[in-house]
């Protein structure tokens, strides 16, 4: 099964790296297949935050399940994800 891993990532120091790679090492040793946007999203200065969660979307929409990393409430896109994967009814792995 194939998950998504969100959370924060604007305003967060290294933009919340070790917590999207703690969830991806804790999400492959429990037998998934994590989907990390920090791993498969190409950062550039003149990106825009919508530019990302159009990419990220993309990758959402590949997956089955969805995993929240603690704290996600606070994000905009977090929550824009978490919209998503609720309408299409993914599994949230916890």
């Not at 990220?56 to 603690?70: G, K, T």
């Not at 704290?71 to 993914?90: D, H, K, N, P, Q």
Request: net charge positive.
């Amino acid at each position: 099964m194939k998950v998504y891993i969100s959370g924060a990532v604007t305003g967060k120091k290294d933009f919340n790296r070790h917590a999207f790679y703690l969830a991806e090492s804790y999400l492959d040793l429990n037998g998934y297949q994590s989907i990390n946007p920090l791993r498969n999203t190409e950062y550039k200065p003149e990106k825009k935050w919508l530019d990302y969660m159009r990419e990220d979307i993309v990758l959402l929409m590949r997956c089955d399940a969805i995993y929240m990393i603690p704290g996600w409430m606070t994000s905009r896109g977090a929550w824009c994800e978490r919209v998503i994967a609720w309408f299409l009814r993914y599994k949230v792995v916890k």
